[in-house]
């Protein structure tokens, strides 16, 4: 379902500039980060290790997706993609455990 969406957001935003069009596209990658991780670990894996890796990395990539889209376009259509793709990297973040404030800094 999430692909479906991420493709007709992108289809939409290729007969139609408007900048929101992006937000559907996003919004389906911040929950396709989420299904990756049983599909990376199986179905019987539910530990938070897996979320967190796959949601620091897969926020990541949003995040340099959307920072080559801002790169290569006047309008705004990256901060759906900036958005989500913090969410995903700082849910992420928050499943880190333990340590001190310098291992949280880094």
């Not at 929950?31 to 938070?48: K, N």
């Amino acid at each position: 379902m999430e692909v479906g969406t991420v493709a007709a957001g992108f289809v939409a935003l290729r007969f139609f500039r408007f900048p929101f069009l992006a937000a559907p596209s996003a919004f389906a990658l911040l929950f396709m980060s989420m299904d990756l991780t049983l599909l990376i670990y199986g179905s019987h894996y539910y530990e938070a290790q897996g979320y967190q890796v796959v949601s620091l990395v897969f926020g990541l990539v949003v995040l340099a997706g959307a920072y080559v889209v801002d790169r290569h376009t006047e309008e705004d259509y990256a901060f759906w993609g900036y958005l989500f793709g913090m969410f995903a990297f700082w849910g992420g973040l928050t499943l880190v455990e333990g340590g001190s404030e310098l291992d949280w800094f880094f």
